[in-house]
């Protein structure tokens, strides 16, 4: 994921191209991001207009896009830029409107993760009038222009955020003609920490092309039972000859595409990772890691004193590189995930797409790094 | 510790220069600490401040047959592209704000209103004078390849010249920095490709092309009957910039106690060791908040040079408290008014066009 979107400069009309001879080397979207944030379009921004409490840690934002917004399928996530102490925070999340929503507004579906910084940020403290930064709308989980006719939706917790795009969407379609026929399956802690709620109860009332069938794995404080492929077969016996969704924790989709493969329908299947950035434990500042190098496809180990610049130049790996003493900058490469440690100062950075300086920074964990 | 001047003990002992590198690693860790929305304010409105300079000066030069325009809008002009020049670009490119996670603001994105293009920029500035800031042999910084500023630089009947030279060079300083982050001397000694040489120029002239087609060309035109003092207007606002920039740049290592040093010195150079070579190559100009912020904070060339990446508006409150610890470690910190730091650099220049007595 690219974390810092921006367009290049001589995008936009001929117009602007013609007066970005006036502007250089900025473009008129410099001067005009000035005035309001959302005329820009080198760096698309977005200005929340209403925060809509779901559940009690989980807030809908309606934003409003700027003139940069490139548009959307159904189904994709958007890098999210929020402004904390003067730095701005990327995260990522999935849109839960169709691509051309009636009141021209995007939404998100952020639920507050506990000690987290920028989702409680997220949901519970951006009053309306708040710009977010909107990088480029991606992802290829998403509902094909011609969906298929029937499909299954297979969900837990916040995994409905991307699938509510694309149910809204379908429900979008104008009801004559041809409509797929569709089943959700989604599964919750409790009731109450459902999000879509009363939306998914009144669409299985009113679509009769829509089957909504929820599942609660502590539904009165009991043990746990979760969603489980074998509860997939009872709930919806055709399961095999639908076109499948997926997108929920790690381990409930690792059972899914184990059992998906088993039946050998694998090609049915279309999985969503939210790839959070993974949060090991405080000791492991300590210890080193494996590093990979994503696009060179080498991996390495790197000790907890050793520069990444120099581990990956023993790897093999044509690293940028300047002064190697963490001046000049000339070295800065993209954390894919995981964590690293300044050798200066010991500050940790885990957020995934933060450039890092190679040449002063060294393992604090297993990581990759976007080389 | 001790009390004595650098000057009279070449090698300076181990410990306490180390000691000095710890307390400098702490002042620098005080304010990635503490960075924040001041700070992105601070960076933020100087921006919006700069465009609207700039936009206003343009203006007032479309109208510039009426004299006061003239005068008001050159003044404007030569304001926003210091500022631009300055306090934006040359500290954007060092990184100062990278740590804000802004596009829109970043080391990766940035491009200013200067001839020579950012990366050119980046590599000779940021990364080799930086790195080997006043080592003869190694700083091309250290007059710029065509001034003799030590002793130890070879004389050539050619530097006898070197005044005059020096003089030129201050109005037309965006395009000396421009064909010196060329490199054409490193490419003739071998040290780079021709290859390089040719990229970087084809780079070079698209970037040109645009900044004298602006300046010269399309906003001249736009101003119809004001087309010639408009010009006139934008050429003076490029002379001033220039002429102050070269100003500013000649004072940060090269007024009269400022060190230099041999490649011996700088083996197995130390983190400590680094530092205290920062401290003795550079030197600061006196001056109120205003002037700080037109010279991009250069006027902290001490505090800059040892923190290249801190935000520049920092530099300031560091200021007294590096003088503080070089004063306990008997080391120099020349600082001075903007005159008599300008005449001192110049009896540099004067005193090196001749050979060693």
């Keep these: 994921m690219p974390v810092l979107p921006w367009r290049p400069a001589w995008s936009g009309t001929p117009l602007l191209a013609a007066a970005a001879w006036l502007t250089s080397p900025l473009t008129v979207d410099d001067y005009l991001g000035l005035v309001d944030p959302l005329l820009c379009a080198r760096h698309p921004a977005g200005r929340v207009v209403a925060a809509r409490p779901e559940t009690d840690d989980g807030t809908t934002l309606l934003i409003k896009p700027g003139r940069g917004w490139a548009g959307h399928k159904a189904g994709q996530y958007v890098p999210i830029g929020v402004r904390i102490d003067g730095a701005l925070h990327w995260r990522t999340y999935s849109l839960t409107c169709p691509p051309e929503p009636a009141d021209g507004l995007l939404s998100i579906t952020v639920q507050a993760a506990a000690g987290g910084r920028v989702s409680p940020r997220l949901a519970h403290d951006t009053p309306p009038g708040t710009v977010l930064r909107l990088g480029p709308a991606q992802g290829d989980f998403c509902l094909p222009d011609r969906p298929p006719p029937r499909m299954l939706m297979l969900t837990a917790g916040s995994g409905i955020t991307p699938v509510m795009g694309m149910l809204r969407t379908l429900a979008d379609r104008p009801p004559t003609g041809p409509h797929p026929d569709v089943v959700l399956l989604h599964s919750t802690r409790t009731i109450r920490e459902r999000l879509f709620r009363d939306e998914l109860q009144a669409m299985h009332r009113q679509l009769s092309w829509f089957r909504f069938v929820p599942h609660h794995t502590r539904p009165g404080g009991g043990p746990s039972r979760h969603l489980t492929p074998g509860h997939v077969a009872g709930l919806c016996p055709d399961w095999r000859e639908r076109e499948t969704w997926a997108c929920g924790p790690e381990a409930m989709l690792q059972a899914v595409e184990a059992h998906w493969a088993d039946a050998r329908v694998t090609e049915r299947l279309h999985v969503e990772r939210f790839r959070l950035a993974p949060f090991p434990p405080r000791d492991s500042d300590t210890s080193g890691g494996r590093v990979r190098f994503l696009r060179t496809g080498v991996d390495a180990d790197a000790g907890t004193t050793v520069a990444l610049l120099e581990v990956g130049e023993q790897a093999g790996v044509a690293m940028p590189y300047g002064c190697r003493r963490g001046l000049c900058f000339g070295c800065l490469t993209p954390l894919a995930h995981g964590r690293v440690r300044d050798l200066r100062t010991g500050e940790i950075q885990d957020e995934p797409g933060r450039l890092i300086q190679t040449c002063v920074s060294a393992a604090a964990g297993p990581l990759a790094l976007d080389i | ?357």
């Design chain 2, 1 to 357: 510790m001790r009390a004595s001047g650098a000057e009279s003990d070449p090698s300076p002992q181990p410990e306490w220069v180390e000691a000095l590198g710890e307390e400098l690693d702490r002042l620098r860790a005080e304010v990635i600490a503490t960075r924040g929305e001041p700070d992105a304010r601070y960076i933020r409105g100087i921006v919006t401040s700069q465009r609207a300079l700039e936009i206003a000066g343009r203006i007032a030069l479309a109208f510039s047959l009426f004299p006061p325009a003239w005068v008001g809008g050159t003044l404007m002009l030569s304001t926003a592209k210091i500022l631009e020049n300055m306090e934006l670009g040359h500290n954007i490119l060092h990184g100062q704000w990278d740590w804000m996670g802004d596009p829109a603001i970043h080391s990766t994105t940035w491009e200013w209103d200067f001839l020579t293009p950012a990366d050119a920029w980046k590599r000779t500035h940021n990364h080799q004078h930086h790195t080997w800031t006043n080592v003869v042999g190694r700083d091309r910084d250290l007059g710029y390849a065509i001034l003799r500023m030590s002793p130890e630089q070879p004389w050539h009947p050619a530097h006898l010249a070197q005044p005059l030279a020096n003089a030129l060079l201050a109005p037309v300083f965006e395009w000396g920095i421009a064909l010196y982050d060329l490199e054409p001397d490193v490419v003739l000694s071998g040290g780079r490709s021709p290859r390089h040489l040719v990229d970087d120029a084809a780079r070079l002239t698209a970037k040109a092309l645009r900044q004298l087609a602006k300046d010269y060309l399309v906003f001249p035109l736009l101003a119809g009957p004001s087309a010639v003092p408009c010009l006139l207007g934008n050429l003076t606002a490029n002379t001033v910039r220039n002429i102050w920039s070269h100003t500013i740049i000649m004072c940060g290592h090269f007024p009269g106690a400022v060190q230099t040093f041999t490649e011996d010195q700088v083996e197995e150079e130390t983190r400590g060791q680094w530092y205290l070579r920062q401290i003795q190559g550079s030197a600061n100009i006196d001056g109120g908040p205003l002037f700080h912020i037109l010279t991009g904070n250069l006027s902290h060339q001490i505090e800059h040079h040892l923190f290249p990446d801190l935000p520049s508006n920092r530099y300031a409150q560091l200021a007294p408290r590096v003088r503080a610890i070089c004063q306990r470690y008997g080391l120099p910190y020349v600082t001075g008014p903007l005159l008599r730091q300008y005449a001192s650099t110049w009896g540099r220049v004067l005193r090196h066009a001749l050979p060693n007595r």
